[in-house]
């Protein structure tokens, strides 16, 4: 065997090596690739429900939000006319309501007085305040008037 032979050998081992190792490469390339297949259409198959329960979802979320969007507008109407009634009644009887009220305390003053006792200080409960504790001077000596 001569030089040329030998490396014709030896590259022939090499090109039987890498053919072998690339069709090793090329087997797992297309297990991966099945793999992947797979998984996709598992994927496609669980997806595809989910998202018709999603949109099945979706749409009776946006049902009950038109509901409590009717809703609100009544509470809200509601809300103005109560608003507006209050309004009218505090109006219409506010003002008499105070006259009368004044009215009576005016009457219940006077028929005091007309008995002749003298209220010297405002009545608290049921009993008279004295003029000097009314002002906060109470019990103070030397300075009359002054703080």
């Given at each position: 065997?001569?030089?040329?032979?030998?490396?014709g050998?030896?590259?022939?081992v090499?090109?039987?090596?890498?053919?072998?190792?690339?069709?090793?490469?090329?087997?797992?390339?297309?297990?991966?690739?099945?793999?992947?297949?797979?998984?996709?259409?598992?994927?496609?198959?669980?997806?595809?429900?989910?998202?018709?329960?999603?949109?099945?979802?979706?749409?009776?979320?946006?049902?009950?939000?038109?509901?409590?969007?009717?809703?609100?507008?009544?509470?809200?109407?509601?809300?103005?006319?109560?608003?507006?009634?209050?309004?009218?009644?505090?109006?219409?009887?506010?003002?008499?309501?105070?006259?009368?009220?004044?009215?009576?305390?005016?009457?219940?003053?006077?028929?005091?007085?007309?008995?002749?006792?003298?209220?010297?200080?405002?009545?608290?409960?049921?009993?008279?305040?004295?003029?000097?504790?009314?002002?906060?001077?109470a019990?103070?000596?030397?300075?009359?008037?002054?703080?």
């Open positions: 065997m001569s030089g040329g032979e030998v490396a050998l030896l590259v022939a090499f090109w039987a090596i890498l053919v072998s190792f690339l069709a090793v490469v090329l087997v797992r390339l297309a297990q991966t690739l099945r793999a992947a297949t797979r998984l996709v259409t598992d994927v496609t198959e669980r997806a595809v429900p989910l998202l018709t329960e999603a949109s099945d979802t979706v749409r009776s979320a946006q049902s009950q939000l038109s509901r409590v969007d009717a809703i609100a507008a009544d509470v809200q109407e509601v809300t103005a006319n109560a608003s507006a009634l209050s309004s009218t009644v505090s109006t219409a009887f506010g003002g008499p309501l105070v006259k009368v009220a004044a009215f009576g305390y005016g009457v219940r003053r006077a028929l005091a007085r007309k008995d002749g006792t003298p209220r010297p200080g405002r009545t608290v409960v049921g009993r008279s305040v004295p003029a000097a504790r009314r002002t906060g001077r019990g103070r000596t030397g300075r009359a008037g002054k703080d």
